[in-house]
């Protein structure tokens, strides 16, 4: 019998009492893994009940004591790393090592969060004013939800909750319904580190799912990473009906390829950032800008690379795995079609590929289009596929100008050899994180991370400092006690 997916609410694993969902298929090899059946508002209310509930001892629970089950459940994230590795790329399609890698990113969040007696403290200013002393306190604020997206399916729902109860909120996490399967085993070990009944709850389900959770009179603030018109949405709503709110969007990531960069290097690192994870990334740099003297060099060597790479199942060993479904792989061949209509050159065509023994794999090869212009589809939209597409550039100012006015601006990345180009592209462009000489520029759990523009809706980003701005609230306690 396949396997169901169930809730976790106060400590028990339930079913959810919802419509059907669509099965959990493995993205590779057409199986299916598993049922789900979304959860319906009185299952919601159960999960944000149960928070609260806990939440009345839990936010009063010594510091030391609310961070020991975090510290058993990264020992049990560690010691199952594998495992959960092996679930994810069977659900989403990765490969392991990507899957790995991963889920190494995620426990980093869960090793931040057990500094939290440090992180979170206040300030104190003795004689503020004559006899006066004044001290911030942060204090946790109640139940808080995350709503997370398939592509990172093990490691997003770590940006939040390690600091949401070690902070002393309770929590509720909704991931994906296209791959909640490594969530499933993670709330296992959830499970038996030891956190009361209660602080941590998982609910299944889809878009009523989402709407009942952001609007319910028990939730004190909302997190949310998906694309774009969805985050909109999230701010929206939940702000109108009074959370705290964070919603993290789509992207296009720029690259910007100078003259002077070590051009091998360069094209090593711009196509694993845009072909790691079939390209699903929010993070993949898919638009690159080559400075015209080295364009035709850099396009050869990228396409040479891009060649050598294999595609197939993420347990076998290859370079790239499947992409979600068969409708997203339909949705990205469009783009391609799309390309060659508006007169991109097709440098590299990944359309054919095939993997031997897995005929139903959503599959698709690396796919390079050079002379792209900047109000082609595949230069403007999130493709979220294996596409990369290139464009030269005469001045630097006109790379920058181009990347800015992109509708997003999660990230951006430059290849360099000159401080002067390094240092304007640092003052200068629109993105949430900058990298030079590395394709991906994603911040250690220690930073947050955060976009701009259509790419990020809120103030208070994801991870370290930011998230416990966002799950706490500072009381200033102003004392006067005259000398004697
Ligand atoms: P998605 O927006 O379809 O779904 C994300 C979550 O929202 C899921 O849990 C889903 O159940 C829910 N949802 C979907 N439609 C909804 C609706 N109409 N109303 C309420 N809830 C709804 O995103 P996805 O396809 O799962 O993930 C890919 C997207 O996520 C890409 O756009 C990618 O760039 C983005 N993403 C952004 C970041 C970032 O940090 N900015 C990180 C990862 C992914």
Redesign the pocket.
């Known amino acids: 019998m396949t396997q169901q997916i169930q809730n976790y609410v106060a400590g028990e694993w339930v079913d959810t009492t919802g419509d059907d969902g669509e099965p959990i298929v493995n993205p590779a090899t057409g199986d299916t893994l598993a049922g789900l059946t979304y959860s319906s508002s009185d299952d919601v209310d159960r999960a944000v009940a149960a928070g609260n509930e806990a939440f009345e001892s839990w936010k009063d629970t010594a510091v030391e004591e609310r961070i020991q089950p975090l510290f058993r459940f990264k020992q049990l994230l560690e010691e199952q790393q594998e495992e959960l590795a092996e679930i994810l790329v069977t659900e989403h399609g990765k490969t392991k090592q990507e899957a790995m890698g991963e889920l190494r990113r995620g426990i980093e969040n869960v090793e931040v969060a057990c500094g939290i007696p440090s992180m979170m403290q206040g300030g104190h200013l003795p004689d503020a004013a004559p006899d006066i002393d004044e001290t911030a306190v942060r204090k946790p604020l109640g139940t808080f939800v995350a709503?997370?997206?398939?592509?990172?399916p093990g490691m997003?729902p770590l940006w939040f909750l390690p600091y949401a109860v070690a902070t002393g909120n309770a929590f509720v996490l909704?991931?994906?319904?296209?791959d909640p399967l490594v969530i499933q085993q993670m709330f296992e070990l959830i499970d038996e580190a030891g956190f009361p009944d209660g602080v941590i709850n998982l609910v299944n389900?889809?878009?009523d799912?989402?709407?009942s959770l952001?609007t319910h009179e028990g939730v004190a603030g909302v997190s949310?990473?998906?694309?774009?018109?969805?985050?909109e949405?999230?701010y929206e709503t939940a702000a109108a009906a009074g959370k705290r709110v964070q919603a993290?969007?789509?992207?296009k990531n720029h690259v910007i390829v100078s003259d002077s960069a070590d051009i091998e290097f360069a094209a090593e690192k711009t196509l694993s950032s845009a072909c790691a994870c079939a390209g699903?990334?929010?993070?993949a740099n898919d638009v690159v800008l080559v400075e015209e003297s080295v364009y035709d060099e850099f396009a050869e060597e990228l396409t040479a690379q891009a060649n050598e790479m294999t595609v197939g199942y993420g347990l076998d060993d290859v370079d790239m795995g499947a992409l979600?479904t068969p409708e997203h792989e339909s949705r990205v061949r469009d783009f391609i079609d799309g390309a060659l209509d508006e007169g991109a050159t097709l440098l590299q065509d990944g359309r054919d590929v095939s993997v031997d023994g897995y005929p139903d794999g959503n599959f698709l090869g690396p796919t390079i289009f050079g002379d792209v212009e900047e109000e082609f589809a595949i230069s403007r939209e999130?493709v979220?596929g294996p596409i990369v597409a290139l464009a030269s550039y005469d001045t630097f100012e006109k790379a920058i100008a181009r990347l800015n006015r992109s509708e997003f601006g999660?990230a951006a990345s430059l290849f360099t050899e000159r401080g002067a180009e390094a240092r304007t592209f640092r003052h200068d462009a629109e993105a949430g994180n900058l990298a030079v000489n590395a394709g991906t520029a994603a911040p250690m759990a220690f930073f947050h991370?955060?976009?701009r523009k259509a790419?990020?809706f809120g103030d208070l980003h994801?991870q370290a400092d930011d998230m416990i701005r966002f799950y706490t609230d500072e009381t200033i306690y102003i004392e006067r006690w005259p000398s004697a």
């Open positions: 709503i997370t997206p398939f592509n990172f997003i909704k991931p994906s319904e296209r389900g889809s878009v799912t989402v709407n952001i949310f990473v998906g694309s774009t018109p969805v985050a949405h999230i993290q969007g789509g992207a699903e990334r929010c993070l979600i999130e979220f999660n991370f955060g976009g790419s990020f994801a």
